[in-house]
Nanobody, 121 residues
Framework: QVQLVESGGGVVQPGGSLRLSCAAS????????MAWYRQAPGKQRELVAS???????NYVDSVKGRFTISRDTAKNTVDLQMGSLNPEDTAVYYC???????????????WGQGTQVTVSS
């Protein structure tokens, strides 16, 4: 079975940087898109950034110029480099992948467990 595992979360001071990583493992046939979402307490889960099979990227306006998403197709990993962090970035960050497996060749979403990012003094 496919599994997504996030890492790199933690506590950082305002203005600091953090790099999140997500690794997908299992019998993956292909990946159409990988993305990072986040959810703060009392708020809806929000799409932060995504990268498609052709390496095209998309960002929510609030992180443009500060965050960078990248993927390694061969390794089935996706990273989120976060800079100029502020308290509003505090949330649980989730890795998401739209992928297909050999057992299920159609595309479906897979989610990681999430990693906590806290920005505070």
């Amino acid at each position: 079975q496919v599994q997504l595992v996030e890492s790199g979360g933690g506590v950082v001071q305002p203005g600091g940087s953090l790099r999140l990583s997500c690794a997908a493992s299992g019998k993956i046939r292909s990946i159409d898109l990988m993305a990072w979402y986040r959810q703060a307490p009392g708020k809806q889960r929000e799409l932060v950034a995504s990268v498609s099979y052709d390496d095209s990227t998309n960002y929510v306006d609030s992180v443009k110029g500060r965050f960078t998403i990248s993927r390694d197709t061969a390794k089935n990993t996706v990273d989120l480099q976060m800079g100029s962090l502020n308290p509003e970035d505090t949330a649980v960050y989730y890795c998401n992948s739209r992928l297909s497996t050999y057992g299920r060749p159609w595309y479906a979403d897979k989610w990681g467990q999430g990693t906590q990012v806290t920005v505070s003094s």
